[in-house]
């Protein structure tokens, strides 16, 4: 038997006849973009982050373009950000015409290390953007401290962790403006691409609800040069339903992450730590090892499925290549790079599907 890295289809049978239901109401009603599931959906994920205002968009890329466009970020300045991270997070700097500018890790959550924020600081410099990467959120309370000294804005990169919380606080109203991504294998994924801003500060969110639709404040009427990145009205009545069960999921995952801990106790890999300020929603499971391709190669004649997050830093690859940013520069995230593989994790995993992974690292274990 296989068992796969994430089963969507599973998911889908548990919540068929819902998700028809809402997807033949936005039919009926032809509000295809945007519209009332659309505004919805926005209340409710608001809501749930803590917000008080949660503005939808086309995809989590868009949410941060547009959190920082908000903000006021452009040609000539700097945000701090992480290497390693999905390309999205630096890329939506580079939209803006920003540079983006890396600190290293903490390797114990794979997330920004604060204490290495004051020295990438310079006169440019105007926000800082930690990843909540898998699931885990960054350690927020020294980068607030940092950014209200320095006088930056910190927007957080929520894509990986709807409903992560840190110090008991849901991640996204963390910070001045948080970003969400609804792609499908995440933990609250649409039927197709999503994403969402969340503040607390009505002005950006009037900005970032005009950019999104052609910069207009009525029809035709463009004030700003925005653009085209609406939610579909399909995807908010989609997400409106998932919604709702995310909570249930995400204590699925949870669980499975505490049994995980335990099954691969002797199994030779480094598992992923939960710091005591946070609650990890486990968007990915990734453990680490020095022999990765061996690894991913027993397990996958074993039947189990993995994948890597991510295997180059984003100051390694090409496209985002800086003189400042060498190959050394990072040493915590080219070894995650080097060293994470990913298994299996979805809320509909079965003890058995978890067992036969333990089993099959167990039976490739070797003392390290
Ligand atoms: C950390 C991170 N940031 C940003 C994004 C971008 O989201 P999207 O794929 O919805 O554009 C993703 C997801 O792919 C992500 O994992």
Redesign the pocket.
């Known amino acids: 038997m296989t068992v796969p890295f994430l089963d969507l289809k599973a998911q889908y049978e548990t919540i068929k006849t819902e998700i028809q239901s809402a997807i033949f109401k936005v039919l009926d009603s032809a509000q295809f973009v945007l519209g009332e599931e659309v505004a919805a959906f926005e209340r409710e994920f608001a809501t749930y982050s803590g917000a008080p205002h949660g503005v939808a968009v086309n995809?989590?890329?868009?949410a941060?373009h547009l959190a920082m466009l908000a903000a006021g970020i452009g040609p000539g300045d700097e945000v701090i950000t992480v290497p390693h991270?999905?390309v999205?997070?630096a890329a939506a700097v580079k939209y803006t015409g920003a540079r983006p500018v890396f600190v290293d890790i903490d390797p114990a959550t794979f997330t920004m290390d604060a204490a290495r924020i004051e020295a990438a600081i310079t006169p440019r410099t105007r926000a800082i953007l930690p990843?909540h990467?898998y699931g885990h959120p960054a350690d927020m309370d020294p980068i607030l401290e940092i950014a209200r000294r320095r006088r930056l804005l910190v927007i957080e990169?929520a894509?990986?962790a709807h409903g992560a919380k840190y110090k008991g606080r849901p991640v996204g109203c963390l910070g001045d403006l948080g970003?969400f991504?609804?792609?499908p294998g995440?933990n609250l994924g649409a039927c197709g691409?999503?994403?969402l801003v969340t503040t607390a500060n009505e002005q950006y969110a009037r900005t970032i609800r005009m950019l999104r639709d052609w910069g207009q404040d009525r029809k035709y009427h463009h004030l700003l040069a925005g653009y085209n990145y609406r939610m579909e009205g399909i995807q908010g009545a989609v997400l409106r339903v998932k919604l709702r069960h995310l909570e249930k999921w995400t204590e699925a995952r949870r669980l499975h992450a505490g049994r995980y801990r335990e099954l691969l106790a002797q199994c030779g890999v480094g598992i992923p730590a939960e710091a005591s300020w946070a609650r990890h929603v486990y968007h990915v499971y990734a453990v680490r090892t020095t022999d990765r391709d061996g690894l991913m190669r027993a397990l996958g004649e074993r039947g189990v499925q993995t994948a890597i997050h991510y295997p180059v830093p984003v100051h390694l690859q090409p496209a985002y290549a800086d003189p400042a940013h060498a190959q050394g520069s990072f040493p915590h995230s080219e070894k995650a790079a080097r060293e994470v593989v990913s298994l299996p994790m979805f809320p509909e995993m079965t003890q058995a599907q978890q067992e036969q992974v333990s089993s099959a690292l167990r039976a490739i274990a070797r003392p390290r």
């Open positions: 995809t989590g890329t868009s941060l991270t999905f999205a997070t990843v990467l990169d894509a990986q970003c991504s609804f792609y995440k691409e999503g994403g």
